[in-house]
């Protein structure tokens, strides 16, 4: 079955289509029907991937097992679009579902009194009803539409009061809070992801530099942009001129048009200025009468308007197939907010294949707050490639293993372990001796860069700087070339990695050129120094250094700048304080280690491993990533150690005993069978292709090959 077809389950599809990932969440969520009651259950479906069929489907599977239940949504559109959803789906669906706010006109056999299997109301609804007809209800099941934006409100908090004791609760939503209190199924949908399923019309993404200086304030509640600070912005009659005649200069590609702005009088302000320009515009907002506001609507559905100007009242909610453009003239440093208003341009439509972003950029004064991108999520204009948002610092969460998916595309990285939470950045050093070469070859980088990854490059309404957002390549004394990633996560981060290879191997094969053995390729993995699971870390380390140097040159692993751990394990473990942590790592020279852990306090807030002898093949240099991300989460735990790390090795820098065995270390840590099985094969590639090449070393790897029953001849990787 391929990522794009849609699988059937009459079950619970009744005459339509689920999506493969619908029909596991629903499945995931079925089995947990008869969950402790209290126990939260959340779904993250991104807009467009079909959350709330998700809700239905599950809500009538609750009913039809004789458990009554109670769906609650933020607002009335969402409520009309629940019921929608299960009346159209299912014959029996307008039999089964009650609304108790009011008849809706599009299914009028629907009641308004709450005595049937599933209660449909707004929160409000239920907030201005608990102590009336909801007094004595008993649910079974609350499904919660939009979770994240009702866990921070009291209303929220006063319905799982009310029927924690006997309810389970499932919730789906686009955009989940950090600290959600739900616990989420898998799998975890997110925009970028069904872009590349081609679930979702493919994002195209435009800069404009606004050179309006701008030095915001922020909110104390949630961090967002102040209104005050807001209104400066949308005073600027030169951004807003510009905002017109950026649309103006290309309304034949740009299309039907959904602008974001920063208030109520940006909205009307820019609507005139549309108009004022020959354009069909129009405001949005809640200060205009419901009638109003419904008439401008469907003129815009219908394409009466070619603009529609509002501020958050159509960020949730409504459904415009038909829009081709979303216009960002509202920053947010908020990834929820961010990822609705660009949800508004993703819906599907006949004949619709991609959608335009514009993001308005401004000149933020130092140390202002991070604002989001588009390129966070889907990179530059050129391509659709698999993006997360963006992350300003490396973070310190880790564990929480998955294995990369099916992803078309990225069938090298098919089943490589890597972590959901924790950050992570890579470092290619690039060999070159003639510095003249330079200038050229770095933007020919840059320039290749750009059509896969955010990056500095000319996109079509202008330029940007070099930024926290992007790749970077310079010019480095050490080696002559450094590419380094941005701070990445997960499967799209991994993702990531595979598209920058793709187009910096043909620039640098080129010109010859390639990575520096003797510098390397270096992983960078966000984490925060605790005496404990440093110390587990390095006991490890210590301990199956030999079967970790296996998968690598020997060039590296006996190398200046990546010293062994081994070697200097005693010293390093009689180091019983953060104090004489701190006091060792702080000259410069210490960084030159296999395991370098300065940056814990000297840096960027990472663990950075020197070992790899440098590859610009993604599925190596990512296996080794994931390898290293299930060591640095064992070291969480702290599980103990086989033996003593103290204990000499008879051999060295290969071991032919447990210590020295890949296999020995992954069913330490757990890995999958599969993965450990691409580390065997990596490890006799290498022993074949490098280790029995050198004088230095051919014995011994002969004799560990024979130890592990392994052929000498070369093996295809």
Known sequence: MTP?????????AAGFVLYPHQHSIIIEFGSRLDAPPGSKWGAEVATGGGKT????EHALAAARANKRVLVLTPNVVLAKQFLVDVCARHQEGADLVCWPRAQVREFPTISSTPDREIVVATTSTWNARRDGEFVNERFDVVVVDEIHWGEERTVQQAVEDR???????FGVTATPRAMSQYQFVDPRVDM???????????????????????APGRLADNGDFAARSLAELAASNARNRLIVETFVAHQSQLGRTLVFACNIEHTECLATSFGAAGVRAAAYHSKLKTDLRDQRLAAFRSGALDVLVNVNALSTGVDVPEIATVILARPTTSDILHAQMIGRGARRAPGKTEFHIVDLVDAIAQFGAPVVRPTGYFGSAALPPLRGPVIPAHEAEVGDMELFGHIAGHESLWGLPVSKR?????????RLTDWGRYPMIGEELRLALATTVPTASSLLFGSHAESCEDWVVKRDGSCGIEITSRVLRGVAGFAEVHDALRVIAPVLERHGLGVDIRTGTHVHLGWRFELPPVRWLISAVAYFEPALLSLIAPSRAQNMFAHSVYEQREQLLSLATKTSWRRMLRPHASRYSGVN??????GPGTAEIRWHSGTLEARKI?????LWQYLIAAAEGGPALPGNPLDPLPEWPLALGPRGDITALGEFLGLPSSFIEVLRARRHYVLTRSWVMNPRYRELARRALSHWGEPLAAAAE
């Open 4 to 12: 794009r077809e849609p699988v059937f389950d009459p079950t619970y």
């Open 622 to 626: 990512l296996a080794w990533t994931g």
């Open 192 to 214: 970028a992801s069904l872009v590349a399923k081609g679930l979702l019309p493919r994002p195209v993404v435009h800069r404009v530099e606004t050179g309006v200086s701008w």
């Open 597 to 602: 852990l300065r940056g814990l306090f000297h």
């Open 422 to 430: 924790q950050t992570f950045g890579i470092e290619f050093e690039i």
């Open 53 to 56: 069929a998700v809700a239905a």
């Open 163 to 169: 029927y924690a004791s006997r309810a389970v609760f």
